[in-house]
């Protein structure tokens, strides 16, 4: 069965560069999720949509922005990049129909800064 | 405010069964239990899920008593795949808003041959 596909799967960038991680999720799923752990740290929620708009945030910082386009991919944009934004970013997604509350993860996007 | 409190580790040993502890004494009537695991730097896997009843699947069994203020997460045979962060999760399943999952500190199951 298909899985949420998340690219790239790793990413070094510099301090103040830019990065973006897409997501892909599961076929007919309209609700994405992010998520950013770092280091040792539980998965942080950062934001969400649901039909194509943003539908909850969390701690996701102003330097970020996200957005869910027409075919229900998701893309994660961070700008001046800083040390402390090095973390595994995982995306998830779920399905209205006979929701169960069960969030589908992809495998994560390690990024690294220096 | 973290809603659920689980132990920091536990172990057991490989073929037994692994009893995961989860209090969760505020939990409301519409709040149902989740269970999620995460295999080292893996995405969050999915276990199973309960409002009040007992349920099972192929992975797990969950216990919740019958004040719903804990639960008991059931791995019957223990594999060293099993090895893993399990986190217990209460929330209101939702459609579009308000679905998101909020992690806290779970525990780390390391099962020994």
């Known amino acids: 069965a298909a899985g949420v596909i998340q690219s790239p799967r790793h990413l070094i960038k510099e301090k103040r560069e830019t990065a973006t991680l897409k997501c892909y999720p599961i076929?007919?799923?309209?609700?994405v999720y992010w998520y950013q752990q770092g280091p040792g740290q539980d998965p942080q929620f950062l934001i969400s949509?649901?039909?194509?708009?943003?539908?909850d945030k969390g701690s996701i910082p102003d330097r970020f922005s996200a957005q869910q386009f027409s075919d229900y991919h998701s893309e994660l944009n961070m700008s001046s990049l800083e040390l402390g934004d090095s973390a595994l970013y995982f995306c998830?997604?779920?399905?209205?129909?006979?929701?169960?509350?069960?969030?589908?993860f992809g495998e994560g996007s390690r990024l690294t800064v220096l | 405010d973290a809603k659920t409190t689980q132990p920091t580790s536990m172990d057991c040993a490989e073929g037994r069964a692994a009893n995961l502890p989860c209090n969760h004494s505020?939990?409301?009537?519409?709040?149902?239990v989740y269970w999620y695991r995460q295999i080292h730097s893996q995405g969050p896997q999915y276990i199973i899920h309960g409002l009040k009843n007992n349920e099972t699947n192929e992975m797990a069994s969950l216990i919740i008593t019958e004040d719903r203020k804990s639960s008991t997460l059931i791995l019957p045979h223990a594999t060293l795949r099993d090895t893993a962060v399990y986190y217990c999760?209460?929330?209101?399943?939702?459609?579009?808003?308000?679905?998101?999952?909020?992690f806290g500190k779970g525990i780390t199951l390391s099962v020994r041959p």
């Open positions: 999760i209460v929330v209101v399943p939702d459609t579009g808003a308000n679905s998101k999952l909020t």
């Open positions: 998830a997604s779920s399905y209205p129909q006979g929701y169960t509350g069960e969030l589908f």
């Open positions: 505020t939990i409301s009537g519409n709040e149902y």
């Open positions: 076929p007919r799923h309209d609700t």
């Open positions: 949509f649901y039909e194509k708009m943003q539908s």
